[in-house]
């Protein structure tokens, strides 16, 4: 599986900003996805992640109500749709695969994008 991120810029605080991950790899379809962020000096943390199937969805407690995770396993892409943006929110993003559905630990993921930036100014 190789995932490309894109969507990322510069946006106000209180704006929206969509992510979108997509996919290559005839597998793509069995593993759930996940959003990360990072900011330098800091661990990669837990934004969202999606089941296989995109019936199940768990968000950071940081980001719930704000960002919705989705994704279209005929488009080969998995979304980020980033509302009421903070500057605490200002982070590199990657997406990322793993078989252990749901989960917010960055080393069960295998396989990762290359991240695109996200700055929220005040």
């Known amino acids: 599986v190789q995932l490309q991120a894109s969507g990322g810029g510069l946006v106000q605080a209180g704006g929206s900003l969509r992510l979108s991950c997509a996919a290559s790899?005839?597998?793509?379809?069995?593993?759930?996805m996940g959003w990360f962020r990072q900011v330098p000096g800091k661990e990669r943390e837990f934004v969202a992640a999606i089941s296989w199937s995109g019936s199940s969805t768990y968000y950071a407690d940081s980001v719930k109500g704000r960002f919705t995770i989705s994704r279209d396993s005929a488009k080969i892409t998995v979304d980020l749709q980033m509302n009421n943006l903070k500057p605490e929110d200002t982070a590199v993003y990657y997406c990322?695969?793993?078989?252990?559905?749901?989960?917010?630990?960055?080393?069960?993921?295998?396989?990762w994008g290359q991240g695109t930036l996200v700055t929220v100014s005040s």
């Open positions: 790899g005839r597998s793509f379809s069995l593993y759930a």
């Open positions: 990322a695969s793993t078989l252990k559905r749901g989960s917010d630990y960055a080393p069960d993921y295998n396989y």
